[in-house]
């Protein structure tokens, strides 16, 4: 349970003001049609996020040493400064979509989601916790729970929700987690 709401909150905080949200309200606004859009944001974040929890489990499950877990700790104190970097959406063109709201969306998540904090974050998760399952559901239930809502009031939700103060809060989360992880490396709890 602990790797479904760690993943989950981590997540969900996250997600706010990161580029995926704001594609998301960019396809909301093109197409106006947002059940396609939340299914494909959905079935998007499944195939990538399952992807990246098996690749951190994998990889830490061959490199269970003392220096990989000094590496996986680094590298959630290194999503804790990343995630105070806000994200612009230059990479969206505005053209007519050929293929619908559902397969635009699952294509362009899924796309846009490569290399992304939160793809790197389950990639950390799943070598945390190594429970692809878990990591899976928690990241892709933070990632509705961001989402959804983005699409239904897009660009209101944006002037309203204070997105500094949310990547403050993200980037502690992932600072205590990483802390954590390294005091317990090091032998200190």
Known sequence: MEALFTSTALVAL??????????????ATRFKRPWPIIAGIFVATIANHFLAALAGSQV??????????????????????????????????????????FLTTVVAFFLVEMGDKTQIATVALGARFHDVIAVTMGTTIGMMIANVPAVFLGQALIRRVPLGVVRMIAAGLFLVIGLWLLAQTAGWL
């Open 14 to 27: 996250a997600e706010i003001g990161d580029k995926t949200q704001l594609l998301a309200i960019v396809l």
């Open 60 to 101: 830490a499950a061959l490199l269970d040493g003392l220096w990989f877990r000094y590496l996986v700790a680094g590298s959630f104190i290194a999503m804790a400064l990343w995630t105070l970097v806000p994200d612009k959406l230059d990479d969206v063109e505005d053209k007519p979509a050929r293929f619908g709201a």
